[in-house]
């Protein structure tokens, strides 16, 4: 079955510069979430989208912004990177309220040197 | 907010036995709660989940039990094989579509 699909796997940036994080959720899935992963910690939830518009925010940073498009994929944007993102970036999806798990891509590991 | 906490934090059982991770959460509106399994460096993935009118529900060898009146939520695993080490989450959500909200994860380890 298809899964989420999350791009680029791997990334490394330097201090100051963007990023930009992709999730495709599972096909008919219209519900995507992003999780932010610190070492050793659980999953904070950052943003999520139904339908193409934000259904709820939580602990992002203003220098981080969200869409999500007509093919139902969003990206993340990442900008004036600090030490302090790195982390594993997942990106999850669901279809509620018929398929309400919600189910977790591969992940984004970003490394800000 | 709602607010999940996850206890213990390590848990060591040998191979064959039952491991038992407990959980409580504060936000009483929530009534979805699924635990997640995660092997080191990669996605979390759902293992079981219950909704709050259903106080039990099992799986081959793992079950979930919820207390709505103590605001808790217990995982169950009989029969440990040393595949099941990893690290456990459980969450809680008031809605099927919003946001879950994390425990601190518990280490399982299952010694051969």
């Known amino acids: 079955a298809a899964g989420v699909i999350q791009s680029p796997r791997h990334l490394i940036k330097e201090k100051r510069e963007t990023a930009t994080l992709k999730c495709y959720p599972i096909?008919?899935?219209?519900?995507v979430y992003w999780y932010q992963q610190g070492p050793g910690q659980d999953p904070q939830f950052l943003i999520s989208f139904y339908e193409k518009m934000q259904s709820d925010k939580g602990s992002i940073p203003d220098r981080f912004s969200a869409q999500q498009f007509s093919d139902y994929h969003s990206e993340l944007n990442m900008s004036s990177l600090e030490l302090g993102d790195s982390a594993l970036y997942f990106c999850?999806?669901?279809?509620?309220?018929?398929?309400?798990?919600?189910?977790f891509g591969p992940g984004t590991r970003l490394l800000v040197l | 907010g709602e607010n999940v906490e996850q206890h213990p934090s390590t848990l060591s059982v040998q191979e064959g036995d039952s491991a038992v991770i407990k959980c409580t959460y504060s936000?009483?509106?929530?009534?979805?709660f699924p635990w997640y399994k995660q092997e080191l460096g990669k996605r979390p993935q759902l293992i079981i989940d219950i909704r709050s009118n259903v106080g039990e529900k099992k799986d081959q060898r793992i079950a979930v039990t919820l207390n709505k009146t103590a605001k808790h939520f217990s995982l169950h695993i009989t029969e440990t094989q040393p595949e099941d080490s990893a690290v456990y989450f459980c969450a809680a959500t008031p809605n099927s579509n919003s946001k879950l909200t994390f425990g601190k994860g518990i280490t399982l380890s299952v010694r051969p």
């Open positions: 999850a999806s669901s279809r509620p309220p018929e398929q309400e798990t919600q189910y």
């Open positions: 096909p008919r899935h219209d519900t």
């Open positions: 936000d009483s509106a929530s009534n979805y």
